[in-house]
């Protein structure tokens, strides 16, 4: 079946402006995961919903970042009044159910560019 | 502080040799961990799991190790092929936690 999609693959903005990442998961998996990944670093965690609901967004680096699921499918992050510390490539992951151990299944992700 | 570190350098192997990547940590107490590939441009996709209270998981050429004691997992890539270039992460959990935290990662090539 499909895999988890995102969009843009790339995005290129001024600094100041906003921006709205989007993610597919895999249909059915109940937990979606956002992570932020900069050259040479690890995966940030940035934050987890299961369902529609996000028991956890410690990860989000600023209020700028928020982000919102709907019908516990399509996930949204938004970064408001970008800065070029937020160049990273964004990615999302899906799991089947959120609990203890669950396999991630990752997008593409999506290149931002804030100059 | 909590700390997850793979080889900082990348390796560089012979086909058919055995790549061995590291992963350790410090302060977590993980009930799991996990290994990842990641190619150029994509994201991350799982490889393998091995739990707390296992030594040893196989999956076709991939061995990977667990030791609470030494708090490390070692990776092997066995009679590695050039279409085992990639990048490496391994990831754990936060005490038995959904939230997974990745270290690096490791880029692995494999010369023919």
């Known amino acids: 079946g499909a895999g988890v999609s995102q969009s843009p693959s790339n995005k290129v903005t001024e600094k100041g402006k906003d921006v709205e990442l989007r993610c597919d998961p895999i249909?059915?998996?109940?937990?979606l995961y956002w992570y932020r990944q900069s050259l040479g670093q690890g995966l940030e965690f940035l934050i987890y919903f299961q369902g529609n609901s996000a028991p956890d967004k410690s990860g989000l680096p600023s209020d700028r970042f928020s982000a919102e699921r709907t019908g516990g499918s399509v996930s949204t992050l938004t970064i408001q009044r970008t800065q070029q510390e937020d160049s990273a490539v964004y990615l999302c992951?899906?799991?089947?159910?959120?609990?203890?151990?669950?396999?991630?299944?990752f997008g593409p992700g999506t290149r931002l560019t804030v100059l | 502080s909590q700390k997850i570190e793979q080889n900082s350098e990348a390796l560089n192997i012979q086909e058919g040799k055995t790549a061995t990547l590291t992963c350790n940590y410090t302060n977590y107490s993980p009930a799991y961990l996990q290994w990842y590939r990641q190619d150029p441009g994509r994201g991350p996709v799982f490889l393998l799991l091995?739990?707390?209270?296992?030594k040893e998981k196989r999956k076709e050429r991939l061995k990977v190790t667990f030791d609470t004691t030494l708090k490390q997992s070692l990776f092997h890539i066995t009679a590695s092929q050039p279409a085992d270039s990639a990048t490496y992460l391994c990831a754990l959990d936060s005490s038995n936690d959904y939230k997974l935290s990745f270290g690096a990662g490791t880029t692995v090539t494999v010369r023919a």
């Open positions: 992951a899906s799991s089947p159910q959120g609990i203890v151990p669950d396999t991630q299944y």
């Open positions: 249909s059915g998996h109940t937990a």
């Open positions: 091995i739990r707390e209270n296992e």
